[in-house]
Structure formats: structure tokens, C-alpha cells
């Protein structure tokens, strides 16, 4: 941690007000938990000053911040314990503590964090495939034995490229269509 917490907290001013998580509530909380726990902070004519609702909740915090940074860095410290306190996800995606946490192993290269959900990474041939088996499949099971008893030859010998645990349900489902 070479930079000091006044310096992050103001590498960090552009994400906390843009953050949309946020709200006045949270930000009240914050303002209530330093002019409490830490008056010499936040006085209560200062506090009852960034707690009035009159005037945007972006810009309220945008002031905290400035008043915070003006205080000094013992004041900053304590808005990021304040922050990691009540709004822990929020204190984990900002700036600085994800830089932090990128350059805690330098011989690591960084990584890159994707939103991409992945169920599996086998490609569309293999979701095609599996979707023609599953509808083959229904397809069997809605006709019944009656309709399909000719395709039930074909479908033993379907079998021979199969695992064998595929392999003995396929020739134990034609087996069963021949006795009848």
C-alpha cells in the first residue's frame, strides 16, 4: 500500500459517485457511522450538512468525499472501514482495492475478468448434437413400440458406436420390440 488512503480516496471519487449501489440510505449509513463512532471526523453540523435530502445523493457524496480529503488521511481510513462495513461489494470493486489485489502477486500476470457466463465450453456442434439425441429421444418415447417397430432394428444397430453402458439400454430397448 504505497499510496496514502487521501490518494485513493481520490483515485476512487469518480467510481463512488458514478456507483449506482450507492443509494441514499447506504450513504446516510456512512455519514451516520463516521459522525458517530468518529466525531472528530464528522461533526454533527457537518453530518446533518451531507445528510440533507434536498440535494442529490451524488452530490452529497461527492462533498463527504472532498470534506474527507480535506481532513486528512486518518478521515479517509476510516470512510473505506466505514464502506468495507456496510457496503462490502462495493468496497471490493472499487479502483484502487482491485489494483490492490492484481499487484499482490507480481509473478502472476493479471487476469482478466470476463461477465461471460460459460455452462460449458464444448461449442455449438456439441449443444446441437446432445439437442438431436434429446429429441430423437422423445421422438421414441411418444410414438411408443407400436408405430416404431421397424426403426427399432436400426436403432440396436445404432448401438454398436456407443459406450457400453448406451449400448446395452439401445439393445435391450430392441430386444424388448422383437419378443412382442
Not at 469518480?14 to 457511522?33: G, M, N, P, S, Y
Not at 418415447?141 to 448401438?159: F, I, N, P, T, W
Request: hydrophobic share 40%; aromatic share 10%.
Amino acid at each position: 500500500m504505497g499510496d496514502s488512503f487521501r490518494e485513493q480516496l481520490l483515485e476512487d471519487t469518480a467510481f463512488l459517485r458514478a456507483e449506482q449501489r450507492l443509494d441514499t440510505e447506504l450513504v446516510d449509513k456512512l455519514i451516520l457511522q463516521l459522525n458517530r463512532i468518529y466525531p472528530q471526523i464528522l461533526t454533527d453540523k457537518e453530518a446533518t450538512r451531507f445528510r440533507n435530502l434536498d440535494v442529490p445523493t451524488s452530490v452529497r457524496l461527492g462533498e463527504l468525499l472532498t470534506h474527507l480529503q480535506g481532513k486528512g488521511d486518518e478521515a479517509c481510513r476510516e470512510f473505506y472501514r466505514a464502506l468495507h462495513l456496510h457496503v462490502e461489494e462495493v468496497y471490493y470493486s472499487l479502483p484502487t482495492r482491485l489494483r490492490l489485489r492484481d499487484s499482490s502477486n507480481p509473478l502472476t500476470s493479471p487476469q482478466i475478468y470476463s461477465q461471460r457466463n460459460v455452462l460449458n465450453d464444448r461449442g455449438p456442434l456439441f449443444f446441437l448434437g446432445c439437442f438431436g439425441f434429446a429429441v430423437g429421444m422423445a421422438f421414441l418415447y411418444y410414438y411408443g413400440e407400436a408405430k416404431v417397430s421397424g426403426g427399432s432394428r436400426a436403432l440396436g444397430m445404432a448401438a454398436l458406436g456407443l459406450k457400453r453402458k448406451a449400448q446395452e439400454v439401445l439393445i435391450w430397448y430392441t430386444e424388448d420390440n422383437i419378443t412382442k
